[in-house]
Nanobody, 118 residues
Framework: VQLQAFGGGLVQAGGSLRLSCAAS????????MGWYRQVPGKQRDMVAT???????NYADPVKGRFTISRDNAKNTVYLEMNSLKPEDTAVYYC?????????????WGQGTLVTVSS
């Protein structure tokens, strides 16, 4: 599976951005799609995930501000980010988990930088 993420950039606090990530390759086995973020020197943290059954999970810091969605026809996952805060500044990574039987594999996109200025 190959992942291509788009949509990062510079935005003022209170603003909005929309990230998108398109998957290609062995997309028939995709189980979960999601977004993670990482600040230099810190671990990569989950932001939001969505399963093929549309079960959604958000990290507490983004609940009520971010919305994850997926377009199965386009094999694309989106992250709508509203009311952005400076602490949302990070490199955002698209993630896909594929499942083939009992085998789960993790794939990562190249990362897109989101910078929120105060």
């Amino acid at each position: 599976v190959q992942l291509q993420a788009f949509g990062g950039g510079l935005v003022q606090a209170g603003g909005s951005l929309r990230l998108s990530c398109a998957a290609s390759g062995s997309i028939f086995s995709i189980n979960v799609m999601g977004w993670y973020r990482q600040v230099p020197g810190k671990q990569r943290d989950m932001v939001a995930t969505i399963t093929t059954g549309d079960n959604i999970n958000y990290a507490d810091p983004v609940k009520g501000r971010f919305t994850i969605s997926r377009d199965n026809a386009k094999n694309t996952v989106y992250l709508e980010m509203n009311s952005l805060k400076p602490e949302d500044t990070a490199v955002y990574y698209c993630n896909v988990v594929t499942r083939t039987g009992l085998l789960f594999l993790n794939y990562w996109g190249q990362g897109t930088l989101v910078t929120v200025s105060s």
